[in-house]
């Protein structure tokens, strides 16, 4: 199928074209402002569908919004009905099209011209009045509040809030674009004469904003956030997107000592935590029994032995360990146990706690295997 985007290289429309080209779509017509009224001419006498993503939204003056989204709406329709071509066209509207707002009557205005072609033409058109849209590639201090937070806040950069109880509706790029993909194959979401995208989330706008910050702190807390919940792990995904690039790694805090090192990686509240340690050779480290709290130890470097004794019993158990065979080896509760590196190099473990660790309710016992 041949397709053209228009605004190909605005936030959605290169998000879009990356899936298209990920499902396999390869005869892609790009129509960007560097692109001539030729290039749509012709763009619009071959393709099969039409994304018309182009438009504006934060113009310098304010007879652009009627320029970008009214007239140069109309100028494409006017060469589609030229070149004979009924092709499908899906229009990206806002829900600012309700409101009495020189955006929202531009965006009006080009909806106005689809449903007017569809009568003429007797083509498919799917005009999706767009909530704000967050995801990779958004630009700050343009096209989403979500945006902004997150650049400002991952530069330390301060941000404003005015009222932060106004509540917004947000889609994840992701989510619009399995809907668009949808509407390419002929099964577009329709509400009453629109489209929508079926999948969107509600929040304040403070609430926006200290959840960001939280992300932001995980970096010194090791906290990670509650991925089961699907708004969290999206809005997660775009602040990571937005990390300047000399500051993708940061630093952990190393405990060491001449037996080697202990270093916390990641803290959960609902999973528990995950940390790496290191024995330097011929040391035994443990040798402690726990009520309640369960371990996972993987070694994935060195040679090691773990030992177990049930505190009722000589009987002592042993496991060899292997960075050369992952092997996971679960701590049972009431076992006195311990891991000793038996090799030549340093011993890496993996180690998971089904519950952080706490000061003043530590559930560690010490007691020799």
């Known amino acids: 199928m041949k397709i053209l985007v ?3 290289s605005g936030f959605v429309g290169k998000n879009l074209v990356a899936e298209l080209k990920n499902r396999g779509y390869e005869d892609l017509f790009l129509y960007t402002r560097e692109n001539s009224l030729e290039d749509l001419q012709q763009f619009l006498k071959e393709c099969e569908f039409v994304f018309h993503l182009a438009g504006i939204n934060r113009p310098e003056n304010e007879k652009e919004f009627m320029e970008g989204n009214f007239e140069f709406t109309s100028k494409l329709l006017e060469l589609l009905k030229a070149s004979g ?7 990206t509207s806002s829900t600012q099209a309700e409101k009495d ?30 909530p704000n849209i967050f995801g990779k590639w958004s630009r700050p201090n343009y096209n ?33 674009l399995e809907e668009f993909t949808r509407a390419l194959e002929g099964n577009p979401t329709f509400h009453d004469d629109y489209c929508i995208v079926p999948v969107s989330h509600n929040i304040k706008l403070g609430e926006l904003a200290e959840l960001i910050k939280s992300f932001r702190v995980s970096r010194t807390n090791l906290n990670i956030a509650n991925m089961e919940d699907a708004f969290t792990k999206k809005l997660y995904s775009t602040y990571l997107s937005f990390l300047p690039e000399d500051q993708f790694s ?7 000592d001449q037996r080697g090192s202990f270093t916390e990686f990641i803290r959960t509240p609902e999973r528990g935590q995950v940390s790496v340690n290191v024995s330097k050779p011929g040391i035994t480290k443990g040798n402690h029994w726990h009520h309640t709290k369960n371990e996972k130890f993987l070694v994935v470097s060195g040679k090691g032995l773990i030992r177990f004794r049930k505190l009722d019993s000589d009987e002592i158990i042993e496991y060899k360990v292997s ?7 679960d701590i049972p509760i009431g076992y006195t146990h311990s891991i000793v590196n038996v090799g030549d190099n340093d011993l890496v473990t993996v180690m998971w706690v089904n519950e952080c660790f706490d000061s003043e309710k530590p559930d560690t016992y010490y007691l020799e295997v």
């Open 101 to 130: 707002n020189p955006y929202g009557r531009s965006k009006k205005a080009g909806e106005d011209l689809l449903f007017d072609y569809q009568k003429e033409t007797d083509a498919k058109v799917y005009v999706y009045r767009l």
């Open 144 to 176: 989403t509040v979500v945006a902004t937070f997150c650049h400002n806040l991952a530069r330390d950069i301060d941000i404003q809030i005015n009222n932060p109880d106004a509540e917004f509706n947000l889609c994840y790029i992701d989510d619009v």
């Open 85 to 91: 071509n009924k092709a499908p066209v899906l229009i």
């Open 250 to 256: 940061y630093d952990l805090k190393m405990n060491i």
């Open 323 to 329: 960075g050369e065979k992952l092997q996971v080896v």
């Open 6 to 8: 228009t605004g190909a």
